[in-house]
T-cell receptor, first 114, second 111 residues
């Protein structure tokens, strides 16, 4: 089945710094990728849809200037959390679609802002 | 905004018992998926249903899509401790290629 690789699996950063999370499609070309955020004991909330070669589409309430998404190639999308604060600490998960395999998810990135 | 409400939110039962998890919405979905997620990992797809009234079975798990494609259920027969986890339904709206997750059901099976 389709594989989506996410890196890093966990990161700790200081408040005010920026953190980049990568999402790669390993065996298929992904024109669209999705970024989700999951707080403890909660479900996944869609943040944005990343489109290769064009601007990302953000869900209502998600700050596009804080969560920068770049999808410069058919196999890589990145999410940069800018000027991170402790309330941004969360589990970030990417996903993509591959034909009959449907939606496939990365293993997630645990971000802790101290 | 399409919302998917799952019930119950939490369920703790004894090994061997049966259970049903519900996923309800006022919106119509072109397809609906069920996932299971372990702590610190991404969700893993269990099943996709696309036709109203469709029933799919996966060993002891039975999934049903409502006739109007607005709701779904997951029934587990003879639950085992290995079934413990977070179960998530997710719907793909008819108007967009993305999926929206339900509120989740945390299941705990006691040996």
């Amino acid at each position: 089945g389709a594989v989506v690789s996410q890196h890093p699996s966990w990161v700790i950063c200081k408040s005010g710094t920026s953190v980049k999370i990568e999402c790669r499609s390993l065996d298929f070309q992904a024109t669209t990728m999705f970024w989700y955020r999951q707080f403890p004991k909660q479900s996944l909330m869609l943040m944005a849809t990343s489109n290769e070669g064009s601007k990302a589409t953000y869900e209502q309430g998600v700050e596009k200037d804080k969560f920068l998404i770049n999808h410069a190639s058919l196999t890589l999308s990145t999410l940069t959390v800018t000027s991170a604060h402790p309330e941004d600490s969360s589990f970030y998960i990417c996903s993509s679609i591959r034909g009959s395999d449907g939606y496939t998810f990365g293993s997630g990135t645990r971000l802790t802002v101290v | 905004t399409q919302l998917l409400e799952q019930s119950p939110q939490f369920l703790s039962i004894q090994e061997g018992e049966n259970l049903t998890v519900y996923c309800n919405s006022s919106s119509v979905f072109s397809s609906l998926q069920w996932y299971r997620q372990e702590p610190g990992e991404g969700p893993v797809l269990l099943v996709t249903v696309v036709t109203g009234g469709e029933v799919k079975k996966l060993k002891r798990l039975t999934f049903q899509f409502g006739d109007a494609r607005k709701d779904s259920s997951l029934h587990i027969t003879a639950a085992q401790p290995g079934d413990t986890g977070l179960y998530l339904c997710a719907g793909e709206p008819s108007s967009a290629s993305k999926i929206i997750f339900g509120s989740g059901t945390r299941l705990s099976i006691r040996p």
